[in-house]
């Protein structure tokens, strides 16, 4: 159950919203209240009367994820601090004070969608699995975070994530990096997404990603092979956006649990996506390419799509 509820008084404003749920196995997971005190005053008021404050006060333990968004620049958010048994915060809006947050000892999960004034302490919230940051600002001990599963955040430097190897889930925008060194060590990483990948050139880290099931990003200008993908056999979804120097598609025929394909290529140097197209586990297929000669045929494609596969290639005459 999620109730939603127009602040007053100390907690909130007349512009802010206030979520609150209960207890979840998973941060993106919400379940009722079971029958709490707080469930029913919420539902049934629907607006933060002087009721629900009294049990807001009297029952805070039972808050433990929390989603609060407001558009006020002068909501407080110091009545977390009574909330003991929070581990779960998902921040929305515009908060000119947010160093209550660097207090929150307990906290699993933090979706920060909001503009940090200042870098955040995180020496404090070593517990965390689960991060989002709407901004690059990265403050004290976030290096040592070694507990996190799931991140998503901007980032200059992936150094900074050395030594979190217990990573399984990763978004990065990368939009000034030059190189991955860094990530090499998250031997568990299951699904990596890079945003404004364009300027990388050393991506040969991703070789040691050897668990990779999904890998996404925009694309590189300045790559000009996928060799670096041939350790990562686990592989089952890559898109790879635009690929303005990469030549042959070769590498990909050997990554065996590959299901799902979309790449953007400059110009293809013998144009070969027949073995491609009849790869044994691909069922869906996105290319875009220039090609000089290709090695299919419309009955590749016909066969290919009797057998349940989603063909889309688009070829354009690039000149010899």
Not at 242 to 269: F, K
Request: with cysteine; aromatic share 6%; proline share 2%.
């Amino acid at each position: 159950m999620e109730t939603n509820v127009t602040g007053k008084g100390d907690v909130s404003s007349a512009t802010t919203g206030l979520i609150v749920l209960g207890e979840s196995d998973r941060y993106e997971t919400v379940v009722s209240f079971e029958n709490s005190i707080f469930g029913w005053a919420m539902k049934v008021s629907g607006w933060w009367s002087d009721e629900v404050t009294r049990l807001w006060a009297s029952r805070p333990s039972k808050v433990t994820a929390l989603r609060y968004s407001t558009d006020d620049p002068d909501a407080n958010l110091k009545f977390l601090l009574d909330l003991d048994g929070l581990e779960h915060l998902n921040l929305w809006g515009n908060v000119s004070d947010d160093s209550v947050i660097s207090t929150l000892e307990n906290l699993k999960s933090l979706d920060l969608n909001t503009p940090i004034r200042r870098r955040l302490d995180f020496r404090r919230l070593g517990r965390l699995e689960y991060l989002f940051l709407a901004t690059s600002r990265q403050g004290r001990g976030f290096q040592d975070l070694i507990e996190l599963r799931d991140l998503r955040c901007r980032t200059n430097d992936p150094r900074t994530l050395t030594r979190m190897t217990k990573m399984e889930r990763m978004r990065l925008e990368v939009r000034r990096v030059r190189s991955l060194q860094g990530i090499e060590g998250m031997i568990g990483l299951r699904d990596l997404w890079l945003d404004y990948s364009q300027r990388l050139v050393d991506v040969l880290p991703i070789t040691s990603l050897t668990h990779l099931e999904e890998f996404r990003m925009d694309g590189l200008s300045e790559v000009d092979t996928l060799d670096w993908l041939a350790e990562c056999r686990a592989l089952k979804i890559l898109q790879l956006g635009r690929m303005q120097s990469l030549d042959s598609l070769a590498i990909l025929e050997t990554l065996p649990n590959l299901t799902h394909l979309s790449v953007y290529v400059g110009a293809l140097r013998d144009g070969a996506l027949r073995s491609l197209i009849h790869h044994p586990t691909l069922k869906a297929i996105h290319i875009e390419a220039g090609a000089r000669s290709t090695d299919f045929t419309d009955d590749d494609v016909a066969a290919a799509r009797a057998a349940g596969k989603e063909i889309d290639i688009s070829l354009y005459s690039y000149p010899a």
